[in-house]
């Protein structure tokens, strides 16, 4: 009899345990529905001291070592001003935009003249494919790599590649309209200094910030631009 009880017990509380988990499953849904519904707010409200907090934040997570430094935590004014924009909600204003665009122009160093804008789409697709260069533990004199595939696709062939920046596939096909030179121009620019035709730009400044040279730009402009490159083929 005690038995019988016993397990009579135990079977209404395996019941009453899954008729819980039911209704608590079907609140959380219902949560997660609302949320979807609703949305999320547009902007984090606010508070005075923010900025100040996420800074301290910031230091208290990265140890200086080797050659990655702190300072690497400082934005530049550019930087901060389309932080506080977006965070703001409102956009730079025309003005400051083409002032951040035109400083940043006036900072690209070309080839000399006659050096060809295209270098070896080959030794291009080994410097887009290497993350080596920048980091504590890379000797500082090592040269570094471009990581482009970090945040792009460039070839049908590779499936590891991070989507923050738009898939370059096919770019010159793509891009085939556009008058030649002014495309070896803005290819080479673009990689040289993508604040030079976007003030708010998240890529990193490949040349200005002395990252590649310019025979690695111009290398990579060849795998941009190349027909017979992966990116075109
Ligand atoms: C940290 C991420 C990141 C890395 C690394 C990166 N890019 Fe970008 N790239 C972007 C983003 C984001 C955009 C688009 C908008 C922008 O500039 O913010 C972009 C845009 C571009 C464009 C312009 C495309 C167009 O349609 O006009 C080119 C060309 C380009 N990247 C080439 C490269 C090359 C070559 C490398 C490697 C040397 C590289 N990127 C590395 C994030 C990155």
């Known amino acids: 009899m005690r ?3 016993a397990r009579a017990l135990s079977a209404l509380q395996r019941t009453s345990a899954r008729a819980l988990c039911l209704v608590l499953g079907s609140v959380a849904l219902s949560l997660v529905l609302a949320a979807c519904v609703v949305g ?23 140890v200086a070592r080797g050659q990655a430094g702190l300072d690497r935590l400082e934005q530049d004014l550019a930087q901060r001003l389309c932080s506080e924009a977006e965070a703001a909600g409102k956009p730079l204003s025309d003005d400051r935009v083409q002032a951040i665009e035109r400083e940043n122009q006036a900072l690209i160093r070309w080839p000399a003249a006659g050096t060809p804008l295209l270098g070896d789409w080959r030794s291009g697709e080994r410097i887009a494919q290497s993350g080596v260069g920048r980091q504590w533990s890379d000797a500082p004199d090592v040269p570094a790599g471009g990581n482009c ?6 070839s049908p062939d590779e499936f590891s590649y ?21 495309l070896e121009r803005y290819t080479y620019g673009r990689i ?5 035709w976007l003030a708010c730009s998240n890529m990193p400044r490949f040349g200005s910030h002395g990252i590649l040279t310019q025979d690695q730009i111009r290398d990579l402009v060849a795998l941009l631009l190349a027909p017979d490159s992966p990116i075109n083929r």
């Open 40 to 62: 999320p707010p547009q902007t984090m409200p606010r508070e005075p001291g923010d900025a100040q907090r996420v800074r301290a934040a910031l230091s208290a997570s990265f």
């Open 162 to 182: 991070g989507t923050l920046g738009p898939s370059l596939l096919r770019y010159a096909v793509l891009r085939a309209q556009m008058p030649r030179t002014e």
């Open 149 to 154: 595939y970090a945040c792009h696709q460039l």
């Open 192 to 196: 040289y200094n993508p604040q030079a």
């Open 3 to 5: 038995r019988l009880l």
